[in-house]
């Protein structure tokens, strides 16, 4: 599968941004789904993923309870709904589709998507 996110932009502190991943495919419904944030000079850190099913979903620490993964495979779509944003979550956002919904994500990746940059500025 082929995965384009988009959805990107700047905003306030506080503010939120819902960010979209399409894949190319049906055979995403059948994949798990994350995201991943790289910040500027720090490398690329997990966020977020989703099951195939979308019943399931795990959020690191650093954006549990402000960040929220869903998806609609009829549209072959995951999005990422961020909000209270705060400087700190600037960063190009990767979409990933994996085999497995098991941490750590990365061991099952099979697709990764073009990234889409959040800025988090006053």
């Known amino acids: 599968v082929q995965l384009q996110a988009f959805g990107g932009g700047s905003v306030q502190p506080g503010g939120s941004l819902r960010l979209s991943c399409t894949g190319s495919d049906d055979s995403f419904g059948h994949l798990a789904m994350g995201w991943f944030r790289q910040a500027p000079g720090k490398e690329r850190e997990f966020l977020a993923s989703?099951?195939?099913?979308?019943?399931?979903?795990y959020y690191e620490d650093s954006v549990e309870g402000r960040f929220t993964i869903s998806r609609d495979n009829a549209k072959r779509t995951v999005y990422l709904h961020l909000t209270t944003l705060k400087p700190d979550d600037t960063g190009v956002y990767y979409c990933?589709?994996?085999?497995?919904?098991?941490?750590?994500?990365?061991?099952?990746?099979?697709?990764w998507g073009r990234g889409t940059l959040v800025t988090v500025s006053s």
């Open positions: 989703i099951s195939w099913t979308g019943t399931s979903t």
């Open positions: 990933a589709a994996a085999s497995k919904m098991l941490i750590p994500f990365e061991n099952y990746l099979e697709a």
